[in-house]
């Protein structure tokens, strides 16, 4: 199907006065201080996460205005206010602090989108304490190596999981000092080696004098999502609130008045940034849904909570469009104004698919974990070119590099000027939210830098109006008889053939070319594999891609391996492709 290959703003997109409408001039004009100047401080220089997000709000206009509103099949609506939010996160900081702990000593967080995991996470911030998010889907041997590896003192969780998971493994892990647990079939809980969260939290303070947090003093401690191997631990400091300020109102365009919604687990880097800290940094109110992935359910909140500013993932937008445009449009979403998407590239297909079912295209974006914030957006201002990521944000400089040796240590590296050539994508070091160090691999961390430039370990090609597109991780990009063949493009045309509900490519060894492109799909509701329509989708693919680039095979499979955070796992394809060790699985998705 021929597309258009830009995606034109209407009235009804800009009906709200964008906050980035002036590219160029915006970009001079932005300073990392000026940035920060919006946000309050502490006395002395300070800084602190938990207070900006929550406190500040707490005395002013907003006070009485829902933060949080959490929404669960089988109970009511719970909503907290800005004021009550800061009181609950305030008894929680002081939980803590009455155990004894201190600025700089580590919380994980092992649940659910409960209220708890905000209170707990805002509360520990405020306090100074260091916390790590993990996927309450984890099973109990890659929560013990994180809490390990980060010498977590403090565990905050559901009676639920630790019965199920972690009971029997406490003495595994010997850094914990107190295991807090969140009574969720009815309290108080008596779990042995543990406390039960509500009763000390009835009995603490409503007010806590925020810790004195200093800018460069860390924050969060996030493991990336393991797509390429092993998960790296990534360290923030209280400094990243002024990227996740900033970004929240360049990237996502909050506006005072918004109910956003934002789908990510709250074990992703992404749950943490812009599902929790970002929205109440500009005093929204933010929607948080307790159940898992249901697209009428879905398309039921998006339209009954008038949302207004929706943040999801390609790998959720492709399960909506398998369960078919029909089921969206069954539903009007007049308050729906922005619609962005982050974690993996977001195929043109997927940009159109939002035009047609809620009336409004999808805005892709990226970061990473290591960037701790959206650095390269398409904003709501702008003419989408569907495939593309967007253009750097104000304060970020952005460039396509190109390695002068092969394994240099330092790297050597030279920016290439010239538009339309494939390199990795570097960013200059130097803006808040940049990670501060892998967790016990300094030397790993060292080798992301080269002459003040940040190395992402992505590649991508810059167009010559300065916008950037995915080619693919440097890790999976395919070398076949002589061509460099980024995935994504091939993935991409994939997903234009109407079977195709998504697409994971990856180079299988070839004696004579390297090797060869081959592709696992899987079908859309309706289709069922067969060699006709293998056939169709070689033929398709071959004509759009020409020969050299289509894959040779294609399989059919009924789910791609996936991350937790919803990427696709080539690695996991290509090592099953070739009967190799899966490698670290700690956060593939169940099922896969
Ligand atoms: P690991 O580093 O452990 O392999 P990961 O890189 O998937 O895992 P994250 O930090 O969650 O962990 O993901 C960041 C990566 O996701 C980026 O480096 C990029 O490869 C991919 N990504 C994120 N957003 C986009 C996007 N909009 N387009 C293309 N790729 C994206
Ligand atoms: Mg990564």
Known sequence: MDRPSVIRKTAHDLRVTPNLVDYEGERRMFTWAGARAALAGLPDGGLNIGFEAVDRHARGPRQARTALRFLARDTAPRDISYAELAALTSRFANVLQGLGFAPGDRMFVLAGRIPELHIGLLGALK???????????????????????????????????????????????????????????GGPTDEPGTLDLAGLMAQAGESFTVAATRPQDPALLHFTSGTTGTPKGAIHVHEA??????????????????????????????????????????????????????????????????????????????????????????????????????????????????????GLPIHDNWWQTETGGIMIANTPAFDIRPGSMGRPLPGIDAAIVEHLEADGEPPRIRLIEAPGVDGELALRAGWPSMFRGYLDNEARYRRCFADGWYLTGDLARRDADGYYWFVGRTDDVIKSAGHLIGPFEVESVLMEHPAVAEAGVIGKPD?????????????????????????????????????????KEIAFLQVLPRTRSGKIMRRLLKARELGLPEGDTSTLEAGA
């Open 241 to 358: 609130v002024v990227t996740h300020h900033a970004t929240g109102r360049y990237a996502l365009d909050l506006h005072d008045t918004d109910r956003y919604w934002c789908t990510a687990d709250p074990g992703w880097v992404t749950g943490t940034s812009y599902g929790i800290i970002a929205p109440l940094l500009h005093g929204v109110t933010s929607l948080v849904d307790r159940e898992e992935f249901d697209a009428d359910r879905w398309y039921e909140l998006l339209a009954q909570e008038q949302v207004s500013v929706w943040y999801t993932a390609p790998t959720a937008i492709r399960m909506l469009m398998k369960a078919g445009t029909a089921l969206a449009q069954a539903r009007r979403y007049p308050a729906l104004r922005f619609v962005a998407s982050v974690g993996e590239p977001l195929n043109p297909e997927a940009v159109h698919w939002g035009r047609e079912a809620l």
């Open 127 to 185: 306090a100074g304490v260091v916390v790590t998010p993990l996927f309450s889907a984890f099973g109990p041997e890659p929560i013990a190596t994180r809490i390990n590896l980060g010498r977590g003192q403090v565990l905050l969780t559901t009676d639920a999981l630790y019965r199920r998971k972690l009971r029997d493994w406490r003495e595994r892990m010997p850094s914990l000092r107190h295991v807090l647990l969140v009574a969720e079939q």
């Open 511 to 551: 004696p004579v070319v390297g090797e060869v492109v081959k592709a696992f799909v899987s079908l859309k509701a309706g289709h069922e594999p067969a060699e006709a329509l293998r056939m169709d989708i070689l033929a398709h693919a071959r004509r759009r891609l020409g020969a050299a680039v289509a894959p």
